[in-house]
């Protein structure tokens, strides 16, 4: 098995935050009648974006150079990218007819935000810059809580 370079990873990461958008954008579209979740959404829609920005300026600021315990660090990430999650019938962003209910949208976008966020821990680990790395996360934590406690309001419904 390959390893990633350094700039595969994030631009895996850049990647990742593109789908985030997408399926962000049209879970909005597709649940419009529901204002709260429109609201939920369209606030990570815009936060995926904002992240895809951090991590293309990244990818350029890091260069062409292995990180420290890179040989450690990369099967890790290639293992995250290559599971059934990212790649396989149950990834992160399903076909968009398998979502029928605000409650499939919803738990596909915690599994999503629960994947992605392993992934940025890899990422942190390989970067000096992890003060970076450190506030995405932080807000991809942010956005599995949201999404929490929006799934605990559907259940009161």
Known sequence: MENFTIREVLE?????EKLGYQYYTAMADRFKEDQKLVKL???????????EKTYSELKEMVGDEEPEKWDEISPYLRAIV????FL???K?????D??????DAVDYALGFEKETLLYFFGIRDAVREKEIVDEIINEEKSH?????IFKDALVKR
């Open 41 to 51: 959404f369209s606030t990570l829609a815009a936060k995926e974006l904002r992240h």
């Open 12 to 16: 895996q990461a850049v990647q990742t």
């Open 144 to 148: 599995i809580m949201w999404l929490n």
């Open 92 to 96: 992160a962003i399903p076909s968009m």
């Open 88 to 90: 396989g019938k149950d």
């Open 82 to 85: 290559e599971s059934q999650f």
């Open 98 to 103: 398998r979502i029928r209910t605000i409650n």
